[in-house]
């Protein structure tokens, strides 16, 4: 493992950033009005919070070792399927009718 | 490095513990998925900073397991909800 004075203060700063959006995410998802305002803080919650805390560990380890490398997996499989699940959340959440937030200006689908 | 991975997994746990709020509250079924889906990689999360705490590396490979899976179950959710079990 590679362990020095900048790796440390890189990997705190990397884990300081993914806590801080992981718990605004998780503020938003309790907060937000809407089922579909609430998928767009969960896909905040992996996007900003998630992935910092991944290359944290892949700067900690070192990316061709045995942690950093499946750190590195785990981070590839999280931003591909995300956005994925998210829209397919959010579709089905549209056709099967669940109710917009009153406050919401503009409905693209049905116009 | 070991206490402030420790705090770190702690801190993300917390967030989880806030999202079961969300799962006991909301209102349609969506909801509790993406809340669902939300613990879930905070718990991935968790398992690959305990792997690292810990210097065992069998825990990773849950971590890629629990990552994947919990995403596929959300698919099938959402796709169920549209079309019904067809």
């Known amino acids: 493992m590679i362990s020095s ?3 440390d203060i890189v990997v ?3 884990c300081a950033v993914g806590l801080f959006f992981s718990l605004t995410a998780a503020v938003g998802l309790l907060r937000m009005p809407d089922v ?18 991944l290359v944290a560990i892949v700067v900690f ?18 931003l591909v ?29 049905r116009d | 490095m070991d206490t402030w991975f420790t705090a770190v997994a702690i801190a993300e746990m917390a967030i989880a513990a806030i999202l079961v709020v969300r ?30 705490i ?3 590396l069998v825990s990773l490979d849950v971590a890629i397991w629990l990552a994947s899976f919990s995403y596929l179950g959300a698919l ?8 019904g079990l067809k």
Do not use: K
């Open chain 1, 61 to 78: 380890a070192g990316p061709i070792s045995s942690y950093g490398s499946r750190a590195l997996i785990v981070a590839a499989l999280l």
């Open chain 2, 23 to 52: 799962l006991a509250r909301g209102p349609s079924v969506g909801d509790r998925i993406v809340a669902v889906n939300a613990m879930c990689t905070q718990c991935a999360i968790v398992v690959v900073l305990f792997s690292v």
């Open chain 1, 12 to 14: 705190v700063i990397l």
């Open chain 2, 76 to 83: 099938v959710w959402a796709r169920y909800l549209e079309r």
């Open chain 1, 81 to 109: 399927l995300a956005p994925a699940t998210s829209h397919a959340l959010g579709r089905s959440a549209y056709l099967t009718d669940v109710p917009m937030w009153p406050g919401a200006v503009r409905d693209e689908p």
């Open chain 2, 54 to 56: 810990s210097g065992r």
């Open chain 1, 36 to 53: 579909y305002l609430r998928i767009q803080c969960s896909t905040q919650l992996v996007t900003l919070g998630a992935l910092p805390l």
């Open chain 1, 5 to 7: 004075d900048v790796t």
